[in-house]
């Protein structure tokens, strides 16, 4: 299960990115006391640019796929975000996705804007030819849109390395010279950093233990339930069962497993590896993936796509604190629940924010040609995470207001001072 019983479709209001996205804008700014010309300023995204790519597929047809590219904003540095390949991709969503990544860089304090792209497409109907066709085309046609001092993209749903190197070569192609920074999340040896596919799980860990220590939790008393073992949460839940703590359920969209004492991830990879399901996994339960979401435990970490939890199952979540590895797994009515239900909310624009930090030391690294070691890029990963938890927590605890406002509130501030200082160019 990924998408709950609910009526889950981007045309409810409820489930509109861009409508959800708005909500928290609305509330944040409102306690920042913004005046409603820079609220206009901050909303309103700076560009957004429609593509059509005609592709020959392989059967020797032409189709033609509609792919979108959103700059949010570039107040604080150039567009940032990812690209996803997707059935269902909307232009609200894409927006909306756009400027969750303006306010996750300004919660992290990284010096880029927000920006996000999609192609409406079914990767799991298309040839690694008719994508590779696909992705060169759409970058093609965002040749002027994108580059290292305007707009670089990165990995998302179901794109990966390998769509970031046809990227990367296709732009270099027409800029006759090799242009490494114009995207993240590249394979290591076409200057790649080390650690950036482990990167936005590790953050989750870190922030989780923050909130931990917050509680004055042991991480080995921990219970951890895991919606989603694609990169976020494949990763997550293998780096805080080394921290200690128990994956007692994973939930995919194809089944559920569940053990008390804590499920193997590694041997979980390498069976969903080899039997292409977490099905049939020997040493857990398989439970109803409409029950596991709402399991008692400690963590709760939503790592697969958006509107998972909502008004109509807010209310059965029993976890203490929600760590939100995907992007927008909760919508704006769903908040009010949670709040009375005193769940710990680590925000997706806070808790999934080490993806992007550690884009953004890829982008340092491919600029100033030297390569940082493991060590190195998880120790900054660390420290950024941890203040950018501090600074979120501090700011809720300040005001009195639960973290996702504070978190909205911090970020629509810095980007705000931005604006400012940089003036209105007419
Ligand atoms: N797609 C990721 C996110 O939503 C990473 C973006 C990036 O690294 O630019 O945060």
């Given at each position: ?13 409820e ?14 700014a409102r ?46 540095g ?9 059935p269902?991709?909307?232009?609200d969503?894409?927006r909306?996705?756009?400027?969750w990544?303006?306010?996750?860089c ?47 993209p990165a ?21 006759r ?6 995207v ?25 233990l ?26 997550a ?19 559920a497993?569940?053990?008390?004492h ?8 390498q ?5 292409g ?6 040493d857990?339960?398989?439970?109803d993936p ?5 399991l ?5 970490l ?22 939100e ?5 909760t ?14 909310v ?5 808790a999934n ?26 120790g ?25 406002t504070a ?13 400012k200082?940089?003036g209105?160019?007419?």
């Open positions: 299960m990924i998408a709950e019983a609910a009526p889950v479709s981007t045309h409810d209001k489930f509109n990115p861009w409508l959800a996205a708005e909500a928290r804008f609305n509330e944040a306690r920042l006391e913004l005046d409603e010309g820079m609220q206009k300023v901050l909303r309103t995204p700076a560009m957004e640019v429609t593509v059509h790519i005609p592709v020959q597929l392989d059967d020797g047809r032409l189709e033609v796929f509609t792919g979108y590219r959103v700059q949010h904003s570039i107040a604080r150039p567009a940032k975000g990812g690209i996803r390949y997707a269902d991709v909307t232009i969503e894409v909306a996705l756009a400027s990544m303006t306010w996750k300004a919660v992290a304090n990284i010096p880029f804007g927000g920006g996000k792209g999609g192609v409406i497409c079914d990767p799991s109907v298309l040839s690694e030819t008719e994508l590779e066709k696909i992705t060169r085309r759409y970058t093609a046609e965002l040749v002027d849109v994108i580059g290292p001092e305007r707009d670089v990995p998302d749903m179901n794109t990966n390395e390998q769509t970031m190197a046809w990227i990367m070569d296709t732009y270099s192609m027409h800029k010279t090799t242009v490494t920074a114009v993240t999340g590249k394979p290591f040896q076409l200057g790649g950093s080390r650690g950036r596919v482990e990167a936005t799980g590790r953050g989750c860990l870190f922030v989780t923050q909130a931990l220590r917050r509680f004055h939790m042991e991480p080995a008393d921990t219970r951890v339930v895991v919606q989603g073992f694609g990169n976020v949460g494949g990763m839940s293998k780096l805080m069962r080394a921290a200690g703590m128990k994956i007692v359920c994973v939930i995919e969209w194809d089944g497993l569940y053990n008390p804590g499920i193997d991830i590694t041997a979980l990879a069976h969903r590896k080899e039997a399901t977490i099905r049939d996994f020997p857990a339960e398989a439970i409409k029950d596991a979401l709402f008692e435990c400690d963590v709760l939503p790592a697969a796509k958006e509107n998972q939890i909502h008004s109509q199952n807010a209310g059965h979540i029993r976890a203490k604190i929600l760590c590895g995907a992007n927008g797994p919508t704006a009515e769903a908040d009010r629940i949670l709040e009375d239900r005193k769940v710990f680590i925000p997706d624009i806070l924010g080490g993806g992007v930090t550690v884009s953004y030391f890829e982008w340092v690294q491919d600029r100033q040609g030297y390569f940082w070691n493991e060590g190195l890029v998880n900054r990963l660390e420290e950024i995470m941890v203040n950018s938890f501090k600074d979120v927590t501090s700011l809720a605890d300040h005001h009195g207001v639960h973290n996702r978190a909205y509130m911090l970020a629509l501030d810095r980007v705000a001072f931005a604006v200082l940089r209105i160019y007419a």
